[in-house]
C-alpha cells in the first residue's frame, strides 16, 4: 500500500527590476532573495546614506560569469584589476580621514535623492557593473561607472565635494 501526502505551497511570484534604477514607490522582490528562519527576507542591498565614498564591483561568481561570456581574452581581467588597485588606494587613504569609504559587491545599492529613496541594480546597469558613489548628506549622490585612476577619483571626489553645500 503506498500513500502519497501532499502539502500545499504558497506559489510567491517574482517581479523584477525592469530599469537599473527605480524608486521606492514600487514593491520589487529580487532574484537574490534569501529566505532565513523564521521567515526574516535578506535583499542583497546596501544603504549608502552611511557612507561618503562607496566603490562597487562584481562579487565573485558575478565576475566569474562575466569571465565565461567574455572569455579569457577580453578586458574584464584588466577592468577588475585596475579597479581593485586603484580602488584600494583611495580607500587606504580616505579610511585615515573622517570620510566614511567601503568596497562592495552587493547588487542593489539603495540612495537617498531630493526626491526619494532611489535603487541602482548592478547588473541590470548597461554602464557597467564597476564604479563609485560619492555622498554627503544634503547633496545628490554622484554615481560614476567604471574605472578611474587614483588621481581622477580625487579630483572628482574634491570637485563633488566643492559642489555640495
Known amino acids: 500500500m503506498i500513500i502519497l501526502l501532499g502539502c500545499k505551497t504558497e506559489k510567491k511570484e517574482k517581479e523584477f527590476i525592469d530599469s537599473p534604477i527605480y524608486?521606492?514607490?514600487?514593491v520589487v522582490i529580487i532574484d537574490s532573495i534569501i529566505e532565513i528562519p523564521p521567515?526574516?527576507?535578506?535583499?542583497?542591498?546596501?544603504?549608502?546614506?552611511?557612507?561618503?565614498?562607496l566603490f562597487f564591483k562584481p562579487n565573485e561568481s558575478e565576475y566569474n560569469e562575466l569571465l565565461k561570456t567574455l572569455g579569457e581574452n577580453s578586458e574584464i581581467n584588466e577592468v577588475d584589476s585596475d579597479f581593485g588597485f586603484y580602488a584600494n588606494k583611495v580607500y587606504d587613504s580616505i579610511s585615515k580621514t573622517d570620510l566614511k569609504v567601503k568596497i562592495v559587491t552587493e547588487r542593489i545599492i539603495k540612495y537617498s535623492t531630493k526626491s526619494g529613496i532611489k535603487y541602482l541594480d548592478r547588473l541590470k546597469n548597461e554602464e557597467g557593473q564597476?564604479?563609485?558613489?560619492?555622498?554627503?548628506?544634503n547633496c545628490e549622490p554622484r554615481i560614476e561607472f567604471g574605472v578611474m585612476t587614483d588621481v581622477g577619483m580625487f579630483q572628482e571626489l574634491a570637485e563633488y565635494n566643492k559642489n555640495c553645500k
Open 130 to 137: 564597476y564604479g563609485v558613489i560619492f555622498n554627503q548628506p
Open 39 to 53: 521567515n526574516i527576507i535578506k535583499l542583497d542591498t546596501i544603504d549608502i546614506d552611511n557612507f561618503n565614498v
Open 23 to 26: 524608486d521606492d514607490t514600487e
